[in-house]
Nanobody
Framework: EVQLVESGGGLVQAGGSLRLSCATS????????IGWFRQAPGKEREEVSY????????YYADFVKGRFTISSDNAKNTVYLQMNSLKPEDTAVYYC?????????????????RGQGTQVTVSS
């Protein structure tokens, strides 16, 4: 059974930092791409960042470039999202999703693999 479990969210002041973790199981970690998404109340979900665990290739949305860093620990089957210089607009539920990289085009298996999410709240 594929499982992705997020942790590390919380309440932080603007300018602060948090590190989110996505612990995974039930699949061969090196064969997939792991992405972080977020969704705020009343807003569409946004793709934040992803990493292709086999080669470490990463992607960042423009609104987090230079502030967030994604990484993976393949020995622990875990992906991290280090979030620095947080802004109130970063407030959302963050969740990780399993995907497959088809030459740069990612197919996300969100209905089969989305975790429960972790709440990030940034106060001004």
């Amino acid at each position: 059974e594929v499982q992705l479990v997020e942790s590390g969210g919380g309440l932080v002041q603007a300018g602060g930092s948090l590190r989110l973790s996505c612990a995974t199981s039930g699949f061969t970690f090196d064969d997939y791409t792991i992405g972080w998404f977020r969704q705020a109340p009343g807003k569409e979900r946004e793709e934040v960042s992803y990493i292709t665990t086999s080669d470490g290739r990463t992607y960042y949305a423009d609104f987090v470039k230079g502030r967030f860093t994604i990484s993976s620990d393949n020995a622990k089957n875990t992906v991290y999202l280090q979030m620095n210089s947080l802004k109130p607009e970063d407030t959302a539920v963050y969740y990780c999703v399993l995907g497959s990289d088809f030459g740069g085009s990612i197919k996300w298996y969100e209905s089969d693999s989305r975790g429960q999410g972790t709440q990030v709240t940034v106060s001004s």
